[in-house]
């Protein structure tokens, strides 16, 4: 049982609030939700913060849970998936890890580097021309979310990519929510 | 004509579309699983609406929150709003709520409507 207390010290010394693995729904984005406000209550937080946090949250939960449903990643390990939030006195951190296909891998990169790119403005241009020209996906989203994220942020997004088995990687996003 | 009335709920915003008695608004939160989905309704709602108008109409919107796929959605129904005569849309927001304010900015930049701003 000594990986309970491994788990449980990882987990302070990274300052996790919330860890979740494993499959992802809808009905699991809101229970998600509804604990890390619950937990944002309980400390009196900002009411700024607690609305940027649960944005980011939230773009990033339905981008697993549209995700996970593609027929590329229908093999890998049951559509598996982790989601965490971490806090400490200067931020919240709030990361996500999913399966993607190889395919797919440069496409994401590219997008999240060129948002990356931008400052305020430019990402405010360029949430406009999307929202402008763009349509509403088969899986339901606007291609909107990593600019988003980007602008509750106000920081970079941090992305890495690590292969799983030559023909997927686990795609880990990190988005920042400065407290200070 | 049909009165629309959805109570809200965690993910979708209360709405009350309902031309007798003057009252056209969604408030509350959106972030449906399905957001084209949740909209049709409403989309229908109001081309029906464009084609027996009343002489003025004020389109209410007072979100807490939406996500990126509601905001495509929200941009949708103020495009149907476009080209119904006497229509203003009054924005409300929460005093300190400066993303929701914004929100309303961009969208009163992307179509053809005058916007009240109000806080709440």
Request: glycine content about 6%; proline content about 2%; charged content about 30%.
């Amino acid at each position: 049982m000594k990986h309970v207390y491994d788990l449980h010290q990882a987990m302070i010394s990274e300052n996790l609030i919330l860890v979740y693995e494993g499959e992802f729904t809808q009905e699991i984005t809101k229970s998600v939700l509804s604990m890390v406000e619950r937990n944002m209550d309980s400390v009196g937080e900002d009411s700024t913060i607690k609305r940027k946090v649960f944005n980011v949250m939230v773009e990033c939960l339905q981008n697993i849970v549209k995700h996970s449903e593609e027929d590329n990643v229908e093999n890998i390990k049951e559509h598996s998936a982790i989601f965490m939030i971490g806090k400490n006195d200067n931020a919240y951190i709030i990361t996500s890890g999913n399966a993607v296909g190889n395919d797919v891998k440069g496409k994401i990169a590219e997008k999240i580097d060129y948002i990356n790119k931008q400052d305020r403005d430019g990402l405010k241009a360029l949430y406009k021309e999307i929202i402008k020209t763009g349509s509403i996906s088969e899986k339901g989203g606007a291609g909107l979310g990593f600019v988003d994220m980007a602008r509750k942020s106000g920081e970079k997004l941090i992305y890495d990519f690590k292969d799983i088995d030559g023909q997927s990687s686990f795609f880990s996003l990190q988005t920042i929510i400065s407290r200070v | 004509m049909e009165i629309i009335s959805l109570e809200g709920t965690e993910d979708t915003p209360k709405i009350i579309l309902n031309k007798e008695n003057g009252i056209f608004e969604i408030s509350g939160r959106s972030l449906p699983e399905d957001s084209a989905e949740f909209y049709q309704p409403i989309l229908d709602w109001i081309e029906t609406y464009a084609g027996e108008p009343s002489d003025k109409t004020e389109f209410v919107f007072k979100l807490e929150y939406f996500n990126t796929a509601s905001s495509k959605l929200i941009l949708d129904v103020l495009s149907a709003l476009e080209d119904i005569p006497g229509m203003s849309i009054i924005w409300y927001f929460h005093e300190d709520d400066e993303d929701m304010e914004e929100a309303g900015e961009e969208f009163s930049e992307l179509v053809e409507l005058p916007f009240e701003f109000k806080t709440y």
